[in-house]
């Protein structure tokens, strides 16, 4: 069982960052591939960004390519999404989720966080 608790949300100007964590609990956490989504209003959940259990693949949108990186810190139980030159179409709920490999495809995550807001404004 894994817990994900993801913060670090928040109101941005376009072209501003933010840097969003998830904390997991469990001794498991390292074995996990994480991953990113979001849902925007209105609109399906996406895929974010994904990173092996190692931290060595990482994997993007093509939306975010560029701009956002994906890291993990096994000893500490987190993974991190730093968000750069942000859009106002980047604005969505966000939410980190764990998986036995790097995929794209949300069912195929068994955990999940509750999510944290993220607002661009143009």
């Known amino acids: 069982q894994v817990q994900l608790v993801e913060s670090g949300g928040g109101l941005v100007q376009a072209g501003g960052s933010l840097r969003l964590s998830c904390a997991a609990s469990?001794?498991?956490?390292?074995?996990?591939?994480m991953g990113w989504f979001r849902q925007a209003l209105g609109k399906e959940r996406e895929f974010v960004s994904t990173i092996n259990w190692s931290g060595d693949r990482t994997y993007y949108a093509d939306s975010v390519k560029g701009r956002f990186t994906i890291s993990r810190d096994n000893a500490k139980n987190t993974v991190t999404l730093q968000m750069n030159s942000l859009k106002p179409e980047d604005t969505a709920v966000y939410y980190c989720a764990a998986g036995q490999r790097v995929a794209t495809t949300q069912s195929l995550y068994q955990y999940w966080g509750q999510g944290t807001q993220v607002t661009v404004s143009s």
């Open positions: 469990g001794r498991t956490f390292s074995s996990y591939a």
